[in-house]
T-cell receptor, first 116, second 112 residues
Framework: GAGVSQTPSNKVTEKGKYVELRCDPI?????LYWYRQSLGQGPEFLIY????????DSGLPNDRFFAVRPEGSVSTLKIQRTERGDSAVYLC??????????????FGEGSRLTVL | GENVEQHPSTLSVQEGDSAVIKCTYS??????FPWYKQELGKRPQLIID?????GEKKDQRIAVTLNKTAKHFSLHITETQPEDSAVYFC???????????FGKGTSLLVTP
């Protein structure tokens, strides 16, 4: 597709449930990022993939959060035992820039997660 | 992690006036400083960026300045237009070189 695609756009779940959020990056982009944006805040870094491997997962808040990118393209963010504090917009971004040269991030529209 | 402070949190200007948003960062290893614009309900989009080997960069009505010694950088928008109304985020590269650390955003309102 032309841009970064994220599904679902909205997800409402109950506390304690498991959720998966999917990101389809721009074709050919090797770098993929997950960010979390709470209301009135800037995007908060969660994890960075270069190809299939997580090069930096220092932003994951705890072990309930996990992300994979098995074939170096689509990525899934997985949240176990959801808590109300997990409610936020989860943004995925991809970039053609690899390695230590940070460059433009192309964001998706986000997945809005609401935990009741 | 990297701490990026952004001011002001809200800014209201009249059409045609200039707007200035300021950010400070804490990590001296940061070398890349982009600015993103996010309209309501939309994705953040890059509007301008600057690297640490440059002090100023301009793109039409938008300019960014960087003072590495003081660890601060600013966004300048001249001749503002109502369509400039949005939330603007500054960011600084992390010491890993991969992640961007964002400020909390500035909500800019340009009134006709």
């Amino acid at each position: 597709g032309a841009g970064v695609s994220q599904t679902p756009s909205n997800k409402v779940t109950e506390k304690g449930k498991y959720v998966e959020l999917r990101c389809d990056p721009i074709s050919g982009h090797t770098a993929l990022y997950w960010y979390r944006q709470s209301l009135g805040q800037g995007p908060e870094f969660l994890i960075y993939f270069q190809g299939t491997g997580a090069a930096d997962d220092s932003g994951l808040p705890n072990d309930r959060f996990f992300a994979v990118r098995p074939e170096g393209s689509v990525s899934t963010l997985k949240i176990q035992r959801t808590e109300r504090g997990d409610s936020a917009v989860y943004l995925c971004a991809s970039s053609p820039f690899a390695g230590t040269s940070a460059g433009e991030l192309f964001f998706g529209e986000g997945s809005r997660l609401t935990v009741l | 992690g990297e701490n990026v402070e952004q001011h002001p949190s809200t800014l209201s200007v009249q059409e045609g006036d200039s707007a200035v948003i300021k950010c400070t960062y804490s990590d001296s290893a940061s070398n890349y400083f982009p600015w993103y614009k996010q309209e309501l309900g939309k994705r953040p989009q890059l509007i301008i960026d600057i690297r640490s080997n440059v002090g100023e960069k301009k793109d039409q009505r938008i300019a960014v300045t960087l003072n590495k010694t003081a660890k601060h950088f600013s966004l300048h928008i001249t001749e503002t237009q109502p369509e400039d109304s949005a939330v603007y985020f500054c960011a600084a590269s992390s010491n890993s070189g991969y992640a961007l650390n964002f400020g909390k955003g500035t909500s800019l309102l340009v009134t006709p």
